[in-house]
């Protein structure tokens, strides 16, 4: 058995050479056409970490620092690293239970036994400290610096709002977050996130398969450092803020003061309010659910978003609108007899001179003298129904920002409601007149406006007829970059000539002379203008309101008080509106027994 | 009538140089596979690439002992060496240590011996001894049954402790026997078992039927050459099937499962092609219809075997290979893994050292069996192409060289030693790149470790030494 099959050697080498050459088409498809291995290796061996930037520092109008960061601590796992530990000690140190770490642990090895996953989000500082120590004690585990809030005062929590977690929804939106990113939630955060939030970066390692890190991809040249967020300043007078938070205390209600001038927020005040220090860190989780079920309800930002009836401050508008269309002139003079009746419409009045003139009318509040100016507006024989009378009753209301969203830039702002000429068309079917909606004429009925519109109002009549949108950042990184829209003058639908008899009748209303119904609110020297009011609430007591600018001639501040149940205008809110006005203009207080009795006022409030 | 010549003039330096260059290829790829930078010196003592270079010299010092061995030697020993070797495989299935699964390490202090590679050389020794002995001719039975028993047994051996992958190889050896007047028919067969056996794995067994019945209704037209006979088979086929199958399910009220009523009608006719064969006395068409009924039977079997007899892991493997299973964690994660790797190296490779997926270990057993990772990656295809390119000139070296043997043992040797190496080729580097399922054994010369290195080395250079001396033994 020899040569006989030698013809066997070719067969035999072929199948060696087709082998071989299946392999090398094989191979060259895999290593040169298909790019998808490339990829894949990529993918395999480089790990993106995450740089997170700071968030920029927040200042209020005189440059205090307000919201600056603190250094917080996420507690990583990896599962693939992890060896047996001293649970006990851990535990001990952390704080946590030996329940919680098997869970997240195991949540962990679901996720990815090689990849890192959060453990223990933002370890505070001192327990980190303590932790660092110990660190080499827990292979597995690992440390990644983060930022947090910190709050310099525990103030304006509705308006800085706060920061949280993304969620899905935001990263839909928003291809620049990730899971795990902070986003402002609300307030300021919410508003200014894209220049709070700064830019991430990226630090690029080289992992072997372990997720072990073995170095830089190419000495760090595609890294990118983190951009910390642009520093903001706000608006707010963070002295007269706290002031603010602090006579509002014992009350439920909302206080915004604006300047005129410039339309920037002064002050933003609702309460009951919160430690803005609770929503950062671990405890945010357990403090919200616990502010969010508060039956007072301390999350409700009542500035700008509870909706009230105007009460007597209303008045001003009407008697702007009786005015601009020619239905009253100043002289107008109406009698009272402690009240109004009409057929069995009855409208009272409490004991003031009789009659009055338009100043008059402002200056005591008198709701018979309203109730005849509004007839005369809605009755006007120059319109040609009292629908059409109706509709430019409400275009004029309208023009002052009411029944509508002021577009500021404060996010979850409420528009409230100016009822329309349909919606009384409705109800009523057509058949009602200036007496069915009589309500209207002192600033009840369907009114509904936010403390924020009521400010707005005070700093439109401060202006003799226009105003800026009320907003709440002055500065971005030192620039003057606000958006333009705030930069520009909203004119009302009045002449500003029809201005300066309102202003008197409000400068009266406070400093007399005879009498007036915010008289405790005068400040010798300051000029103050307001107007009571007095929301009747079927619900409890009535809502105490006063809006006011001061001084009377280039007001600094107008501001708007709000408090509910508080009873008269004069009871409460004049007090904390004439202080805080004071206490902006002339950083002084003069009347510490008024501080003292809002201290002590207490109203008790019904459990909803 | 002898002469006695110097070996060193006569020995094939261009194999000699073709090994010492993919041994040190192989050495400087595993350096890159596990290199670590605490351990940059390639003469580590402590690393695989230094413990590799201490095997290489010790091989190199079994070349030259093989070198210098009287040739006559290897023929007069290979039975001698032969019982040696199949005596280690028993002891090691009692006293090896147990690594991954599989007794089959002999420890000595700090050396590990894996007697399956040097069973291979034994049993090519023996496997030539006897093939080229007088009694050994081809167109006996016998004598390829006795061959046969002469791989088996260490295959069986082998196969105890377990290591399948070490057992495929021993298939090489049909390769072997072909050249010496195997009938190229049944090797044939035996490749037709072999893509049945996948096709069954994969397909029902009703498609596994058909695929049978179309093989054989080839065969039996190649064999008879009539299209009649074809069209009588084929018709008759479908016939019954469908007639069986009415009968059964309408009248009988038999389950409908069309599998049986096929092999029913296969058995049918079976019967009358088995009538037919004794009126017209067609012997080839006999075989036909046997090894038809044989296909079917080990078909079946196949799929038993599967289940009971190949451990988790392997049946995992195989049915990743056959792509009845994901699991981009466990088995299938090495496959996937070794092809980004060498899929990412490109045209030229990343570079010496620079490959990502070999040097951050997420190529498993990157240094032994996966040892072609780190060339494809970090050489790219060109050096893939080198690499198997320079495998391909040394197995024709070698064919080439047992070709010119005068003496028959020589010869059988020679071919021996290429188809094994041809073989663990073939499955190291198809494994590695998707093609053939994972089963671990190592890439000649390149793979690290002792054991599989002197093996090779061994198996080579008693080859070059029977060939330095061909022109002495004239039979």
Redesign the interface.
């Known amino acids: 058995?020899?040569n006989?099959?030698?013809n066997?050697?070719y067969?035999?080498?072929g199948?060696?050479?087709l082998?071989?050459l299946?392999?090398?088409i094989?191979?060259?498809y895999?290593?040169?056409i298909?790019t998808?291995?490339?990829f894949?290796?990529?993918n395999?061996?480089q790990r993106y970490v995450t740089l997170y930037p700071a968030r920029g520092l927040i200042y209020d109008r005189k440059g205090q620092l307000i919201v600056s960061n603190q250094a917080a601590y996420d507690l990583m796992v990896n599962p693939q690293e992890l060896r047996p530990f001293d649970t006990a000690t851990f535990c001990s140190i952390l704080g946590i239970t030996p329940e919680y770490v098997r869970q997240t642990i195991r949540k962990a090895r679901n996720y990815s036994r090689y990849k890192s996953s959060p453990f223990l989000y933002q370890i505070p500082d001192s327990v980190y400290a303590a932790f660092q120590e110990q660190l080499y004690r827990f292979p597995g585990f690992y440390v990644q610096p983060r930022t947090l809030r910190h709050y310099e005062r525990k103030i304006a929590a509705h308006f800085l709002g706060y920061v949280g977690e993304v969620d899905s929804s935001h990263i839909k939106n928003d291809s620049y977050y990730q899971m795990g990113d902070y986003i402002g939630m609300s307030g300021m955060e919410k508003a200014y996130e894209k220049e709070l939030r700064g830019v991430k970066g990226v630090k690029i390692y080289?992992?072997?398969?372990?997720n072990r890190i073995?170095g830089s991809l190419a000495n760090g040249r595609f890294d990118r450092p983190a951009v910390q967020g642009k520093n903001v300043t706000a608006t707010i007078d963070a002295d007269l803020q706290a002031y603010g938070e602090k006579l509002i205390k014992n009350f439920r209600g909302g206080i915004v003061a604006i300047e005129p001038a410039t339309g920037e927020i002064l002050a933003l005040i609702s309460n009951p309010s919160y430690d803005p220090q609770m929503l950062i860190g671990r405890a945010r989780a357990i403090n919200f659910v616990r502010l969010r079920d508060d039956p007072s309800n301390p999350l409700f930002n009542r500035a700008l978003q509870s909706k009230n009836p105007p009460g007597s401050t209303f008045k001003l508008l009407n008697a702007l609108v009786g005015l601009q269309t020619g239905a009253i002139t100043p002289q107008s003079t109406f009698g009272c007899a402690r009240g109004y009746t009409v057929g069995p419409v009855h409208v009272g009045c409490h004991v003031h001179p009789t009659p009055l003139d338009l100043i008059g009318g402002i200056q005591y509040s008198c709701n018979a003298y309203f109730c005849n100016v509004f007839r005369r507006i809605i009755d006007n024989p120059k319109e040609k129904n009292r629908f059409s009378a109706y509709q430019h009753w409400r275009d004029l209301v309208m023009s002052f920002g009411l029944g509508k969203k002021i577009q500021t830039d404060l996010p979850h702002e409420l528009g409230g409601n100016i009822p329309s000429l349909e919606y009384y068309n409705r109800i009523y079917r057509n058949s009602w007149n200036s007496v069915t909606i009589i309500s209207l004429s002192i600033g009840q009925g369907e009114i509904g406006i936010t403390p924020l519109q009521l400010a707005n109002m005070a700093a439109i009549i401060a202006n003799r007829g226009y105003y800026y949108i009320p907003h709440s950042v002055r500065l971005i990184n030192g620039y003057d970059s606000i958006d333009m829209r705030f930069k520009q003058k909203q004119y009302t639908a009045f002449d500003s000539s029809l201005f300066d008899i309102v202003v008197e009748g409000m400068y009266r209303a406070v400093n007399g002379p005879g009498g007036g119904t915010a008289l405790n609110g005068a400040v010798k020297g300051l000029d103050i203008c307001g107007k009571t009011g007095t929301a009747q609430n079927p619900h409890g007591d009535d809502h105490s309101i006063f809006i006011a600018f001061a001084p009377r001639n280039n007001p600094k501040i107008a501001i708007a008080v709000y408090i509910e149940n508080g009873g008269f205008g004069a009871t409460i809110a004049v007090p904390i509106a004439s202080l805080m006005i004071e206490k902006y203009l002339t950083d002084t207080i003069t009347r510490p027994w008024y501080e003292e009795y809002l201290r002590t006022k207490t109203i008790i409030y019904p459990k909803k | 009538m002898q002469r006695n010549v110097n070996v060193w003039a006569r020995v094939d330096w261009f194999t000699i140089i073709l090994y010492l260059v993919m041994v040190l290829m192989g050495w400087v790829n595993i350096y890159a596979a596990v290199y670590s930078e605490e351990h940059r010196s390639i003469f580590d003592w402590n690393m695989r690439y230094g413990k590799q270079m201490l095997w290489i010299g010790a091989a190199i010092v079994l070349a030259l002992i093989s070198l210098s061995i009287d040739t006559r030697a290897f023929s007069f020993f290979a039975y001698f060496i032969y019982a040696l070797s199949l005596i280690s495989l028993m002891l090691v299935l009692v006293l090896g240590k147990e690594v991954n699964g599989a007794r089959a390490w002999f420890e000595i202090g700090q050396l590990r011996l894996q007697p399956t590679e040097f069973a291979k050389v034994a049993t090519c020794l023996a496997v030539a001894k006897y093939?080229s002995s007088y009694n050994?001719?081809?167109d006996k039975l016998k004598t390829w049954i006795i061959a046969g028993i002469i791989i088996a047994v260490p295959a069986v051996l082998i196969a105890l402790q377990p290591d399948i992958g070490s057992v495929v190889v021993f298939a090489a050896f049909t390769?072997t026997f072909?050249?010496?007047?195997f009938p190229?028919i049944i090797l044939l067969f035996g490749f037709l078992l072999v893509f049945l056996s996948l096709i069954a794995l994969v397909a029902s067994p009703f498609t596994v039927l058909i695929v049978i019945l179309v093989i054989a209704l080839i065969a039996f037209f190649i064999v008879r050459q009539r299209i009649p006979e074809l069209l009588v088979a084929i018709v008759g086929l479908t016939i019954s099937y469908f007639f069986s199958r009415m009968i059964a399910v309408r009248l009988l009220h038999f389950p409908d499962n069309p599998y049986y009523y096929l092999l029913f009608a296969t058995g049918v006719m079976g019967v009358i092609a088995l009538v037919n064969i004794v009126r017209k006395k067609i012997r080839y068409v006999f075989w036909i219809v046997f090894l038809t009924f044989v296909a079917i039977g080990f078909t079946y079997s196949i799929d038993y075997f599967f289940d009971n007899f190949l451990q988790p892991h392997q049946q995992q493997r195989i049915n990743i290979l056959l792509g009845k299973e994901s699991d981009p964690k466990g088995a299938e994660y090495n496959v996937a893994?070794s092809?980004?790797?060498?899929?990412?190296?490109?045209?030229f490779g990343k570079g010496f050292l620079q490959g990502?997926?070999t040097?951050?270990?997420?190529v498993p057993e990157q240094s032994t069996d996966f040892i072609f990772c780190t060339v494809?990656?970090e050489w790219?295809?060109v050096g893939?192409?080198i690499v198997?390119?320079l495998?391909?000139i040394l197995?024709?070296r070698i064919?080439h060289l047992s070709?010119l043997q005068r003496s028959?043992f020589s010869?059988i040797y020679g071919?021996g030693v290429?188809?094994i190496m041809?073989m663990h080729?073939?499955i190291n580097?198809?494994m590695t790149?998707g093609?053939l399922p994972v089963i671990g054994i190592p890439l000649p010369f390149f793979s690290y470790g002792g054991s599989s290195l002197w093996a090779f080395t061994l198996l080579l250079f008693i080859f070059l030494r029977l060939d330095a001396s061909r022109l002495e033994v004239l039979r």
């Open positions: 058995m020899n006989q099959f030698a066997r050697y067969i035999i080498s199948i060696f050479v082998v071989v299946i392999y090398l094989r191979l060259f895999m290593q040169i298909d998808s291995y490339k894949s290796a990529e395999n061996s080289l992992v072997d398969v372990h073995k | 093939l050994a001719r081809s390769l072909y050249r010496e007047g190229g893994q092809k980004i790797a060498i899929g990412s190296g490109g045209f990502t997926q040097k951050f270990n997420f494809g990656e790219g295809f893939s192409f198997l390119g495998f391909v197995l024709l064919l070709e028959a010869r071919y290429a188809t041809f080729v073939a580097v198809g790149i093609l």
